[in-house]
């Protein structure tokens, strides 16, 4: 039912409760309601039936609401705040090619990593006199699995005779998973905060909207001098982390005051409405890269795979990748690594005794205290700097 504290869903069993007071209430306190009988059965059936239409109903309630409401339901309820779903996209760079001289090889040529991660040239590559080449690629699934280190892909899917070797020059960047239903739900509230225009808010709102941003955050100087940073009077400036320098130029230029002036290290050139250009400035956020060193003391209860479950969970605390190439948020820009938080994310796992939590900047120095982050920097870490060690 539905009242004043909000939607009560009525199990089966109260369901079959009332309807077999309200028969006894009308055939009499001896009519026979057993599982056996005639009547229990139908009244059963009829239970069971409309205990479905109360959970139809419960789900249908829930959906109205951005913290209950999950997948499309979810979905429909970003456009009144501006904002969609994140979807998957294609991780994209730049492959080095080297075979016979003067050699062009078609758009649709794979390459890929030792560990099987596909790319496509998207274009034709013509090699040089010196028989190298290079063009765009893009991976042939969505996702952070496509985000690779330079010198990775060195593999030829199908062995040409006129290209002998591969390689990417820099990272493949722009891969990502779809966004979680958690993590749309962080997303709207901030883009409720930051509605209009022309405000701190309103721009930080306005970037993390953007696809393949991962955090933002704005600083201003509203002064007549030059910051401490640089920053010129009547200026701010935009940290990003993640995103093209295109869309992030773009979403800056569609929500900040006429006349204040962007600043940053990164300018891009977008246009208006009108097909004005302008030359809009921002600064990519700085990663600092957060190494853990975890001692867990365990009983029998320690599940099989409880290392890798320490790792997700410190991964989905401070954000970074997890190792099944998920990419998680984490802490905004900005903020602290709180040491105890990391503890208690270990110890969410079963069977651990005690632990033992260092954290590192630079894998060399260690420390069981917090560590703080600039407001332009954001902290993130990995799978792979995070090791776990079992104390005897």
């Given amino acids: 039912m539905l009242d004043a504290k909000g939607f009560k869903r009525p199990t089966y069993a109260e369901i079959f409760a009332e309807m077999e007071a309200e028969a006894k209430a009308r055939f009499g306190e001896n009519v026979n309601t057993s599982e056996r009988s005639f009547l229990g059965i139908l009244l059963r059936l009829f239970a ?19 913290n209950t409401a999950e997948g499309v339901q979810l979905d429909r309820l970003g ?10 996209t294609w991780a994209t760079g730049t492959i080095q090619l080297t075979g016979t001289p003067g050699h062009t090889e078609p758009a649709g040529f794979r390459v890929e990593t030792p560990a099987g991660v596909v790319f496509e040239t998207v274009e034709d590559i013509t090699l040089d006199e010196n028989g190298v ?27 040409n005779a006129n290209i002998t070797s591969c390689t990417n020059p820099t990272p493949t960047s722009g891969g990502q998973n779809k966004e979680t239903d958690q993590e749309f739900r962080e997303r709207f509230a901030l883009s409720v905060s930051g509605g209009g225009a022309a405000t701190i808010d309103s721009i930080r709102s306005a970037l993390l909207r953007t696809p393949g941003v991962r955090a933002a955050v704005v600083i201003e100087n509203n002064t007549m001098t030059t910051d401490a940073a640089g920053r010129p009077p009547k200026s701010f400036e935009a940290y990003v982390l993640g995103g093209r320098p295109e869309d992030i130029g773009q979403a800056i230029l569609n929500t900040k005051a006429a006349g204040i002036e962007s600043y940053g290290s990164e300018s891009v050139v977008v246009y208006d409405i009108s097909g004005n250009p302008h030359t809009i400035r921002f600064s990519y956020a700085e ?4 190494y853990i060193r975890v001692t867990v003391w ?8 409880g290392d890798t479950q320490i790792k997700s969970a410190i991964v989905r605390y401070i954000g970074g990748e997890d190792s099944d190439g998920q990419m998680y948020v984490g802490l905004n820009m900005g903020d602290d690594v709180i040491h105890s938080r990391i503890v208690a994310s270990v110890y969410k796992v079963a069977g651990i005794e005690d632990a033992k ?11 069981q205290a917090n560590i703080s982050i600039e407001p332009h920097k954001v902290a993130q870490t990995s799978h792979t700097i995070i090791s776990v060690v079992h104390a005897a």
């Fill in 48 to 66: 069971w039936f409309l205990s479905k239409v109360w959970q139809t109903a419960e789900n249908t309630y829930y959906s109205g609401y951005v």
């Fill in 79 to 88: 456009p009144y705040v501006g904002i969609q779903r994140k979807l998957a």
């Fill in 133 to 159: 080449g290079t063009g765009e690629i893009r991976a042939l699934e969505p996702g952070t699995s496509g985000n690779v280190a330079a010198g990775t892909i060195t593999v030829i899917t199908n062995p």
């Fill in 287 to 290: 990663e600092v890269p957060i």
């Fill in 298 to 305: 365990k009983n029998t209860s320690y599940p099989a795979d």
């Fill in 357 to 367: 939590v260092e954290l590192s900047t630079d894998g060399a120095t260690w420390t």
